[in-house]
């Protein structure tokens, strides 16, 4: 008798927190739960990118992007709550990364993703279609330490390095306005957007590495 008031009551509470959180609203969240990982939630605000969140917490990018299963194809959005791992609070004087946040070097369509099979290579950055206009600007201020008219399949490509490890790299150009040596400033119009090889489309490569290597630009760049 006792056994079965005891089912009848842990069913009665069962039922009331199935109904009570059923018509509770729940938070956006495209993370499973870290139960045992010691960590906080971060809900994700305009303007943020993956790798300005990682500054933020000093967390490293890669693992943040592992333990919240996103994947090379994917890019956060806004309201979304990510996990960081074993923090409680953000970074002292965060502010001053706002002055490093990369932005896209063209506005239009991307075509080709980090990692994905594109004209029978693997993609070690994105392809951007223009949408109106052919101006590539550099995605962060920095120095440019290389120019080649001609790199192989890639045609007219510049890199700028950005003193943190980090360089952008511009491909497929049809003008290019810099030489190596130079300091630009974000969002200062270094090119025009071409094609080069066998691929007549018109199209700009773009890669964010870290040091020697490709990093997925869905990472740095703002939605």
Not at 12 to 25: D, R
């Amino acid at each position: 008798m006792l056994k079965k008031n005891l089912f009848l009551s842990s069913s009665f509470i069962l039922i009331f927190l199935f109904h009570f959180l059923g018509c509770a609203p729940l938070p956006y969240v495209k993370t499973a739960p870290h139960e045992g990982l010691p960590g906080i939630y971060h809900r994700v605000k305009r303007s943020e990118t993956l790798w300005k969140i990682s500054k933020m917490y000093d967390v490293d990018l890669g693992e943040l992007a592992r333990v919240n299963r996103i994947l090379d194809s994917t890019s956060i959005e806004i309201g979304q709550l990510l996990f960081i791992p074993n923090r409680q609070t953000v970074k002292p004087a965060t502010l001053r990364y706002s002055s490093e946040d990369f932005i896209w070097p063209i506005k239009g369509r991307v075509i080709a993703s980090f990692g994905q099979t594109y004209n029978n290579m693997i993609n070690k950055g994105i392809n951007i279609q223009p949408r109106s206009g052919m101006e590539v600007v550099a995605s962060r201020s920095g120095r440019v330490v290389f120019y080649a008219n001609g790199f192989g399949g890639y045609g007219k490509t510049v890199i700028i390095e950005h003193g943190d490890g980090l360089s952008t790299v511009y491909a497929r150009n049809s003008d290019v306005f810099i030489k190596a040596g130079d300091s630009v400033r974000k969002g200062t119009v270094i090119a025009k957007a071409g094609s080069a090889g066998r691929d007549k489309n018109t199209y700009l490569h773009f890669e964010i590495r870290k040091g020697h290597i490709p990093q997925n630009p869905y990472y740095y760049l703002p939605r």
